[in-house]
C-alpha cells in the first residue's frame, strides 16, 4: 500500500474505532445492548426533517436547466453511448444505444414541458 494511502487510512480506522467506543460507552450507561442504541440511533436520524428544504431552490435555481441542457447535448449522448459500448457485448450495443437514447429523449421531452409550465 502506498504511504500516502496508509497516512489516509489510519486516520480514518482511529476515528472507527473512536466511533464504536462511544456506541459502546452510551449502550453501557444506558444498560442496553449495543445493537439497540444502533437501531435507536438510525431511527432518530431518519426522523430528522431536512435543515433546509428550500436549499435547492434557493442556492440551486437553475440547476433542472443545467442539467437538462447537458443530457440534451452531445456530451451526455457520448457519456451514453461509452457507456453501453463498455457495459453491454457488441451484438446488444444498437439496441441498448436507441433504448436509452429513447428513455432519455422523452425524459428531455416532459422536463422541457415541466420548466416551460
Known amino acids: 500500500m502506498p504511504e500516502v494511502a496508509v497516512e489516509k487510512a489510519r486516520p480514518a480506522a482511529r476515528r472507527r474505532a473512536d466511533r464504536c467506543r462511544r456506541t459502546r460507552q452510551v449502550a453501557a450507561r444506558r444498560r442496553l445492548n449495543v445493537d439497540v442504541v444502533v437501531t435507536e ?3 432518530r436520524t431518519a426522523q430528522k426533517a431536512p435543515v ?3 436549499f435547492c431552490a434557493r442556492s440551486l435555481p437553475h440547476a433542472d436547466e443545467v442539467v437538462l ?7 451526455f449522448d457520448r457519456l451514453l453511448t461509452d457507456t453501453v459500448k463498455a457495459t ?30
Open 69 to 75: 441542457d447537458w443530457v440534451a447535448g452531445p456530451a
Open 41 to 43: 440511533f438510525a431511527n
Open 88 to 117: 453491454y457485448p457488441e451484438h446488444e450495443h444498437e439496441q441498448f444505444i436507441a433504448h436509452l437514447r429513447g428513455l432519455t429523449g422523452l425524459w428531455v421531452s416532459d422536463e422541457t414541458t415541466r420548466l416551460r409550465a
Open 52 to 54: 433546509d428544504p428550500q
